[in-house]
T-cell receptor, first 113, second 112 residues
Framework: GAGVSQSPRYKVTKRGQDVALRCDPI?????LYWYRQALGQGPEFLTY????????KSGLPNDRFSAERPEGSISTLTIQRTEQRDSAMYRC???????????FGPGTRLTVL | LAKTTQPISMDSYEGQEVNITCSHN???????ITWYQQFPSQGPRFIIQ???TKVTNEVASLFIPADRKSSTLSLPRVSLSDTAVYYC?????????????FGAGTRLFVKA
């Protein structure tokens, strides 16, 4: 596609529910990143993939958060048993090999009630 | 990971040149320096990247001294639309992705 897409753009859920956030990277981009961004703060690294391999998940806050990219393209970030503190903008980015210029998607605004 | 330090905020007026300096004292040999710009309600957008000396593109210039322990992003003749947050990052481009730390960035306010 023309750019990185994310869905849904907005998600409102009740505390305790599971949510799945989707990222569709730019075609051919090898690396895919997930970030979380609170209002007024910089993006906080969560995890990244090269192809289907999760290279670093040290930024995932706890074991309720997980991510996968089974075919090396689309990725899903899953948050289980959501809590109010999970409310934030979740951003995805992708980059092509050997440049690591990251192209960001529009983000998913998650609100946990 | 090399930690970066930037001013929290800067003010400028339209038409002025703005220089934002970033410190990265423990930058590694293979690390590149990358700057991103973020407008409210949008994701960060790549501005410029360099390894040493000076890099210039249609948007900005990046000055990197010989010791590479700092870098300066230069925005010529800023306009109101340059009001944004600017992030300095360092990382090893050759590994095919890296744990990217954005920090709080520098909030630039351009006034009329």
């Amino acid at each position: 596609g023309a750019g990185v897409s994310q869905s849904p753009r907005y998600k409102v859920t009740k505390r305790g529910q599971d949510v799945a956030l989707r990222c569709d990277p730019i075609s051919g981009h090898v690396s895919l990143y997930w970030y979380r961004q609170a209002l007024g703060q910089g993006p906080e690294f969560l995890t990244y993939f090269n192809y289907e391999a999760q290279q670093d998940k040290s930024g995932l806050p706890n074991d309720r958060f997980s991510a996968e990219r089974p075919e090396g393209s689309i990725s899903t970030l899953t948050i289980q048993r959501t809590e109010q503190r999970d409310s934030a903008m979740y951003r995805c980015a992708s980059s092509s090999p050997n440049t690591d210029t990251q192209y960001f998607g529009p983000g998913t605004r998650l609100t946990v009630l | 990971l090399a930690k970066t330090t930037q001013p929290i905020s800067m003010d400028s007026y339209e038409g002025q040149e703005v220089n934002i300096t970033c410190s990265h004292n423990n930058i590694a040999t293979n690390d590149y320096i990358t700057w991103y710009q973020q407008f409210p309600s949008q994701g960060p957008r790549f501005i410029i990247q360099g390894y040493k000396t000076k890099v210039t593109n249609e948007v900005a210039s990046l000055f990197i001294p010989a010791d590479r322990k700092s870098s300066t992003l230069s925005l010529p003749r800023v306009s109101l639309s340059d009001t944004a947050v600017y992030y300095c990052l360092v990382g090893d481009m050759n590994t095919g992705g890296f744990k990217t730390i954005f920090g709080a960035g520098t909030r630039l306010f351009v006034k009329a």
